[in-house]
């Protein structure tokens, strides 16, 4: 059983800097054959993408309300995936999770190619 655990969020002031962490356990399972993507979703509103990160070359993906502040990172020795979220605005506040990518019917950002969701972390950004 493949298993996704988000964690790092919490509660920031708007400017402040937060690191989210995303751990991939199960019996036969590494990232290292997946592409990553982290997404995000606000109360009331879709999941939408944030970034992602390939499986080869480690070539990043952006939305564009995050870029220049985000930053997706992985280590597959850990089965880890990270993401360095700084600059950080009101309109972050969100749960976010990651995921594989297991699909190619879209482009990194699409939602429906990804799957093994985790359960999240809260990130809550105060003006």
């Known amino acids: 059983q493949v298993q996704l655990v988000e964690s790092g969020g919490g509660l920031v002031q708007a400017g402040g800097s937060l690191r989210l962490s995303c751990a991939a356990s199960?019996?036969?399972?590494?990232?290292?054959?997946?592409?990553m993507g982290w997404f995000r979703q606000a109360a009331g509103k879709e999941r939408e993408f944030v970034a992602a990160i390939t499986w080869n070359n480690g070539r990043t993906y952006y939305a564009e309300s995050v870029k220049g502040r985000f930053t997706i990172s992985r280590d597959n020795a850990k089965n880890t995936v990270s993401l360095q979220m700084n600059g950080l605005k009101p309109e972050d506040t969100a749960v976010y999770y990651c995921a594989p990518r297991v699909g190619y019917r879209g482009s990194y950002d699409y939602p429906e190619d990804y799957y093994y969701w985790g359960q999240g972390t809260q990130v809550t950004v105060s003006s």
């Open positions: 199960g019996r036969t399972f590494s990232i290292e054959s997946y592409a």
